[in-house]
């Protein structure tokens, strides 16, 4: 009896052996989740499609026929059935606010609301809902209901919430919104000059602020609001996640933090509530120089790590055209006013000697650049810094980019600085053909958002939203990246068309290509072996479906690092 024992224990040992050898070499370990009969963009370097994908521990371990899959699924393995829907590569926005707009959508919120009367309804029935706020803040109003300068009173506020302080960021972000109280809290008076970085808008007559503050000027009156809570900024981006996994997406470079938003982050990542890979640009300080570097430093350091990446500073240079503080190069076409050029954010030298010291010290630039003199400045300091530092591959990108020189346009590619556009503002909205054209004169007017000519240049193009700006829904931004139309119809007829970019380049500019200005494209960005289960399910295939239907589409199931973030899996 012992002996057999013995002998059953030995050979048990060899087969345990045997299978244990196998299933760490030969055969590969089945698959937690394979999806199969489906109609996959891969988004690799050939764009191949696929039917099928196999997850495992959060990665992404077949894609390939949905023959080939059957060796990835064992007994455990869950496997869903497309049945023939799309599936995409996470999207990732390269550009985007979303600790603040989630926010605003929480706070007093102005997004989607049209006229001024709209605006003071929604502002009164908010302050009577929140009698203990010593503040009303919020957002989201459009400079174009105000018409040409976008200037909102401060009476109209006045009318319905006198005593208490009111701050109204407009949509874009740009100009800020306030009451007389707001003024007197901030103690601006016809005598406040106006700061460097701003303008505080005023009657002609009277030189008494108006009640919109332009870019800098804000501040004046922002820097006596009580802080928002670390509470406020995790609740804030708990929304935001949400809405954005709901949208497909799985990656974003938030477009400016500051510490207490990293440590947003990091509490998100640490109670695993952040379904998002984390790309955080830290924000120059413009009124200091290179001093600050040093923490800059020291916050890409302590926040770097988990899904955050802290890595990347963001320099604002120049505003917006509609309120003539975008830097052009020609002077605004403003009858019976001095010539403005707008107003350079970080003179041009102080600029160049920033980028260089940067990108020395291991960190991309995320520049802010509308007009085409900021774009050319910011060209130029990253020319400076090439020249000094030769190429270290941090790929530097200009967000916005809403007026470029041709002769500007093949600099991108030679700089390897990557496009980064807003694609839903390239449309004949007001904003363009009441707030932009006008002021631009004939030849720049052809010139506005050129993303088909970066595209044909070479360059790396990338998309992000700026929500809340605009919809942080991809899908629209790809319909108009594809139509050059308003996305729910706005428009009939496309706006400058050899712009026009085709559906795959539109696709890549929100997966593969944002990875790559997330300096992730080896983790995400495409479907493939190795890389993180980050994909979006679709109800339809962008593909079979006219441009104009793109932004209809729905994303039935988000998943991120292999877990279903948005949607259900066995609701397909
Ligand atoms: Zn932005």
Redesign the pocket.
């Known amino acids: 009896m012992r002996s057999l024992n013995v002998m059953l224990i030995a050979m048990a040992m060899v087969a345990g052996c045997a299978q244990k050898r196998g299933a760490e070499s030969d055969e590969p370990p089945m698959a937690e989740l394979a999806l199969k009969n489906g109609a996959i963009y891969t988004v690799d370097g050939s764009r191949r499609w696929a039917d099928a994908l196999a997850i495992r521990k959060g990665h992404i371990v077949f894609v390939g026929t949905d023959k080939d899959l059957a060796a990835h699924v064992g007994p455990q393995t869950k496997v869903i059935d497309l049945q023939g829907r799309m599936v995409v590569p996470g999207f990732q926005d390269s550009?985007i606010?979303p600790i603040s707009a989630g926010i605003e959508a929480v706070s007093c919120n102005l997004n989607g609301l049209e006229t001024p009367e709209q605006y003071v309804a929604k502002i009164k029935e908010y302050a009577d809902a929140h009698p203990q706020e010593p503040w009303i803040t919020g957002g989201g109003w459009l400079m174009s209901s105000f018409g040409p300068g976008g200037r909102a009173s401060r009476e109209l506020i006045d009318a319905v919430v006198p005593d208490r302080p009111v701050m109204l960021s407009s949509t874009d972000?740009h100009t800020t919104w306030v009451n007389s109280k707001a003024l007197e809290v901030a103690g601006i008076t016809k005598d406040t000059p106006d700061p460097v970085d701003g303008r505080i808008d005023r009657d002609p007559k009277t030189g008494e602020a108006v009640g919109t503050l332009q870019e800098g000027a804000g501040s004046l009156v922002s820097s006596k609001a009580p802080e928002q809570t670390p509470e406020q900024l995790q609740a804030g981006l708990r929304y935001s996640i949400k809405l954005l996994n709901g949208f497909g997406i799985t990656g974003i470079q938030d477009?400016?933090v500051d510490e207490p938003d990293l440590k947003a982050y990091q509490a998100a990542d640490e109670a695993n509530e952040l379904s998002l890979h984390v790309v955080g640009s830290i924000w120059w300080e413009r009124g200091q120089g290179l001093e600050q570097i040093d923490n800059i430093k020291r916050l890409a350091s302590t926040y770097t790590k988990g899904r955050v990446d802290a890595r990347t500073v963001k320099i604002m240079q120049d505003g917006v055209i509609e309120n003539y503080t975008a830097v052009v190069l020609e002077p605004y076409k403003l009858p019976g006013k001095e010539p403005s050029y707008g107003i350079p954010m970080v003179d041009p030298e102080k600029l160049k000697a920033a980028v260089t010291q940067l990108d020395a010290d291991g960190f991309q630039v995320h520049f802010?650049a509308i007009g085409d003199g900021a774009v050319r400045q910011v060209l130029d300091a990253i020319e400076a810094a090439r020249t000094a530092n030769g190429d270290l591959g941090h790929r530097h990108h200009i967000?916005h980019l809403e007026v470029i020189q041709p002769t500007d346009v093949p600099r991108f590619r030679k700089l390897g600085v990557v496009a980064n556009f807003q694609p839903l503002w390239a449309f004949a909205d007001p904003y363009i053909t009441d707030l932009t054209l006008p002021f631009m004169g004939k030849e720049r007017a052809q010139w506005i958002y050129p993303i088909g000519s970066l595209y044909r240049s070479g360059a790396v193009v990338a998309f992000g939203s700026?929500w809340s700006?605009s919809s942080a829904n991809p899908l629209e931004e790809i319909e108009v990246a594809v139509t050059r139309m308003g996305p729910l119809g706005e428009t009939k007829t496309p706006f400058l068309p050899t712009e026009r970019i085709a559906l795959p380049e539109a696709i890549a500019a929100f997966t593969i290509n944002a990875a790559y200005v997330n300096r992730h494209e080896k983790e995400t960005g495409s479907i493939e072996v190795g890389k993180f289960a980050d994909l979006a399910i679709l109800d339809r295939n962008l593909f079979d479906i006219p441009a104009t239907e793109i932004s209809d589409t729905k994303v039935l199931v988000t998943l991120f690092e292999g877990r279903a973030v948005h949607g259900d899996l066995t609701a397909l």
């Open positions: 550009h606010h972000g477009a400016s802010h967000s700026d700006v």
